[in-house]
Nanobody, 114 residues
Framework: QVQVVESGGGLVQPGGSLRLSCAASGSIFSTNSMGWYRQGPGKQREAVATITTRGSSYYIDSVKGRFTISRDNAKSMVYLQMNSLKPEDAATYYC????????WGQGTQVTVSS
């Protein structure tokens, strides 16, 4: 079954950290750049960070220096380490290839609040 399953979200105070995980299935993972996306209430889904098959990464300006994307090709996993979280980071986070080859998963909810 071709799917992605995100996990690791939760409630965290401003300045806190979370590590998101994405388990991907199928051969799509090994040949594609992967990305983490987020969608906040009333907002469009946006790409937050991407990583190539060789590990080169890209971040949107608002998360640079705070988020780190990584991947484990042997395990078909993608991670997003999020530090110094801000209320504006609150959203549902999803993973997918940069071409959105997978059906969108359920996502994992991140809430940043004191």
């Amino acid at each position: 079954q071709v799917q992605v399953v995100e996990s690791g979200g939760g409630l965290v105070q401003p300045g806190g950290s979370l590590r998101l995980s994405c388990a991907a299935s199928g051969s799509i993972f090994s040949t594609n750049s992967m990305g983490w996306y987020r969608q906040g209430p009333g907002k469009q889904r946006e790409a937050v960070a991407t990583i190539t098959t060789r590990g080169s990464s890209y971040y949107i300006d608002s998360v640079k220096g705070r988020f780190t994307i990584s991947r484990d090709n042997a395990k078909s996993m993608v991670y997003l380490q999020m530090n110094s979280l801000k209320p504006e980071d609150a959203a549902t986070y999803y993973c997918n290839t940069i071409y959105n080859n997978y059906p969108w998963g359920q996502g994992t909810q991140v809430t940043v609040s004191s």
